[in-house]
C-alpha cells in the first residue's frame, strides 16, 4: 500500500502528479496550516528564461490558519487580471491553447468568485484532471474518521521540506524522461496548453 501526502493545489506539478499516479491513496492535506512557500496558492508556467508563478491573494490575517479555512483577498481587484495575462501572455502561442482557452477562462473566472482558497481548488483541479482525461480519487484529511496511514511506501511532495513536516517518505523526482524532468516543476497548465489531447503521451511517462 502506497500513499501520496499532498496540500491540495489547484494546478500540482509534475512530480507531485506523479506521486498521486503512482499511490493507492492520495490524501489531500487540506488541515495543514497554510504556508506562503507551499504550492496550495500559486503554480509554475514556463517561459523562455524559467518559471513565471501565477498567484492568489490570501488575507494577511489567514497566513497561520488551516488550509481549507484561508480566504481569497478579494480586496486585490486586478488579481485575477494578472493571473490570466500571465498564462495568455506565456500559452498564446502554444499549440493547444486556442482549443482550451475559451473553456479555461470561464472555469478560472468561476472559482475566481469563490471565497475560501479550497473552494478555488475543489473547482478548479477536477476541470483540469478531466481536461487531460486523468482519474484521481482524493480523500480529504479533513473528512477523514481514522487517519492511521499503514503504508509500506508514502510520497510527499516534491521540495516540501521547509512547509510540510517530514515523514520516512519519498517522491518520484528520478522521472527517468529527461524532457519530462526538465519540465517536471511545471503547473499542470504546461501541460495541458502544449500537448492537449495527446497529454497522455507525458502521463503515461509519470504513473
Known amino acids: 500500500m502506497s500513499v501520496a501526502l499532498i496540500q491540495p493545489q489547484f494546478a500540482p506539478n509534475l512530480f507531485d502528479l506523479a506521486s498521486m499516479l503512482r499511490a493507492d491513496r492520495v490524501i489531500l492535506l487540506d488541515t495543514d496550516i497554510w504556508s506562503r512557500k507551499g504550492r496550495t ?3 509554475a508556467l514556463q517561459t523562455r528564461s524559467g518559471l ?3 498567484n492568489i491573494p ?3 490575517e489567514d497566513k497561520k490558519k488551516p ?3 484561508v480566504q481569497i483577498n478579494h480586496s486585490e481587484k486586478l488579481w485575477f487580471e494578472t493571473f490570466w495575462n500571465a498564462i495568455h ?3 498564446h502561442h502554444a499549440r493547444y491553447f486556442d ?4 473553456e479555461l477562462l470561464a472555469e478560472l473566472q468561476a472559482a475566481s468568485n469563490k471565497e475560501k482558497l479550497i473552494e478555488f481548488t475543489k473547482h478548479l483541479l477536477p476541470k483540469l484532471l478531466q481536461y487531460l482525461e486523468i482519474e484521481i480519487e482524493f480523500e480529504w484529511m479533513s473528512e477523514l474518521v481514522d487517519i492511521d496511514i499503514n503504508s509500506e511506501l508514502i510520497f510527499q511532495e516534491y521540495q516540501s521540506k521547509n512547509y510540510i513536516r517530514q515523514l520516512p ?3 518520484p523526482a528520478e522521472i527517468k524522461d529527461s524532457g519530462i524532468r526538465t519540465m517536471g516543476e511545471c503547473s499542470i497548465l504546461h501541460v495541458l496548453l502544449t500537448h492537449g489531447p495527446e497529454s497522455f503521451k507525458i502521463i503515461d ?3
Do not use: C, K, P
Not at 99 to 102: G, K, L, N, T
Open 89 to 91: 501572455h506565456n500559452y
Open 52 to 54: 513565471q508563478w501565477v
Open 169 to 171: 517518505s519519498t517522491h
Open 67 to 69: 488550509i481549507n479555512q
Open 41 to 43: 496558492h500559486r503554480a
Open 58 to 60: 490570501i488575507h494577511t
Open 205 to 207: 511517462l509519470l504513473g
Open 99 to 102: 482549443y482550451f482557452e475559451d
